[in-house]
């Protein structure tokens, strides 16, 4: 578990993107992000650094930094309402085979997962896990995320079902960075999942505690 966790903090450090964040941080050192260099014919070309020069694995002290902004997390994330599905965009769907209720579907019978045994993984309604199989509410971000790593879908597949509803993974908040490692490396055991989200502070899935 503590190879996990060192090995997640490496992957946060390198991609993790809110850089307003960082760069406040007590101990950051702003790297200098203009350069300037003379080339072969003379001239001095001035020019900048990507942003990623700003991430946390530039700098000397990135474990105490990391340290510093593990105690500043916060999910607000909240998302445990779910919207409906206007009517004209549901008479779409019907004729529509990248309806994202009908992406869900195939994906759940790729997985070999019925719908009743992924709702017995979930923290949410009856009502409400049958209103997004058959495209009446729409999935958010945290139900696909949780859906996802109950499911074992593959991070391709799981990217593939956000587009279809909308959604990116966004690198600058820490959920999804610490998502993409879960997925990227295939982590679905639950005590490591566990592990990841309280390191990182990480609430509002639905992803139904065992007891």
Known sequence: ?????????EYFCLNYANYDKLCVL????????????????????????????????????????????????????????FST?????????????YAPHKALNKYLEKYGISKQTALEELSISEEVWDGICKGKFRPTKNL??????TAQFSYDDLKNLFLLCGYEVDMSVVKDVVMSYLFGQKVYNRGMI???LQEYKIANLFIKQEN
């Open 1 to 9: 578990m503590y190879d996990f966790l060192v090995d997640l903090d």
């Open 26 to 81: 007590p101990g950051y050192e702003m790297p200098m992000m203009q350069r300037s260099e003379v080339r072969e014919d003379g001239r001095t070309y001035a020019y900048t650094l990507p942003m990623e020069t700003m991430a946390l694995s530039n700098q000397a002290n990135k474990k105490e930094l990391l340290a510093v902004l593990k105690t500043r997390m916060t999910d607000t994330t909240f998302s445990f309402s």
């Open 85 to 97: 599905v206007g009517i004209f965009s549901r008479i779409k769907n019907l004729f529509s085979k």
């Open 144 to 149: 696909l995320y949780s859906l996802g790593l």
């Open 194 to 196: 566990n592990a990841a």
